[in-house]
């Protein structure tokens, strides 16, 4: 076990498989599950599985706002580090000890389960690989550091990013903000290759063109405010270059 190691698991009517997920989980770190308002009695079957605290959000909020809401918790709860899964079944717990040697050898670092890079489980519908090589790209880019599969959940975060950095997006996009913001707050990223899960009778949350369409716009954003932010640098830089002697 990873010293204060949180487990956080954001659910939304995952009645069928948050037990399980719950159970597999605890015995390895205590598990706060945050409920986003369901309606099948989710946060009933977590509390029954063993989770030491789940939360109900009384109407939904999103994604973004359930991982803040378990993130402040998991920090109150004095975490040294946090991990994320989905509680849906599509992140399997025994993956979690690969996370966890990844994290204890870069405590520094957000470490991010990468689906792709594995041969291990089920194919990746086309449409949501392309949202996620599309991301992957983008993500690359703009913080210059190797990151692979940005849309994955399955996450161990350390704490000190958490305290450090400031998550304002909302649904699938604060993940990927998370690793914009930190980056460049100074925390590396490592991938460790994880099982694929996608049963083809449970449809993901993840909209590959509706929130995929949320993720591209929030990483042009940020890619305009860099180009801005090395353009102004740029113009500086020639402003303070003293004229050559004889120039006027």
């Given at each position: 076990m990873m010293s204060s190691l949180v487990a956080v698991v954001p659910v939304f009517n995952e009645a069928a498989?948050?037990?399980?997920?719950?159970?597999?989980l605890r015995e390895v770190c205590p598990v706060i599950v945050v409920d986003d308002?369901?309606?099948?009695?989710?946060?009933v079957r977590a509390a029954?599985?063993?989770?030491?605290?789940?939360?109900?959000?009384?109407?939904?909020?999103?994604?973004?706002?359930?991982?803040?809401?378990?993130?402040?918790e998991a920090l109150r709860r004095n975490a040294t580090a946090v991990a994320t899964l989905d509680g849906d079944g599509q992140h399997d717990p025994t993956d979690l000890p690969g996370l966890l040697a990844a994290a204890r050898a870069a405590p520094e670092a957000l470490v991010v389960g990468d689906r792709l890079a594995s041969g291990d489980g089920d194919r990746v519908p086309?449409?949501?690989?392309?949202?996620?090589r599309a991301a992957d790209w983008l993500v690359t880019r703009l913080v210059r550091a190797d990151v692979r599969d940005t849309q994955c959940g399955f996450r161990i975060y350390p704490a000190a990013l958490l305290r450090a950095v400031s998550l304002r997006e909302e649904g699938f996009v604060l993940e990927t903000e998370a690793l914009v913001r930190g980056v460049r707050a100074g925390f590396g990223l490592v991938s460790v290759p994880i099982r694929r899960i996608y049963p083809l009778e449970r449809a993901s949350r993840f909209r590959a063109l509706a929130d995929g369409g949320r993720i591209a716009w929030y990483l042009?954003?940020?890619?305009?405010?860099e180009a801005g932010h090395r353009l102004a640098a740029d113009g500086l830089g020639r402003r303070r270059v003293p004229a050559a002697a004889g120039e006027s």
């Open positions: 498989t948050v037990g399980a997920v719950v159970r597999r308002a369901s309606t099948d009695g989710s946060d029954a599985a063993g989770a030491a605290c789940v939360l109900r959000s009384p109407r939904r909020a999103g994604k973004g706002a359930a991982l803040r809401r378990g993130f402040a086309s449409l949501r690989r392309g949202a996620i042009a954003r940020e890619l305009w405010r």
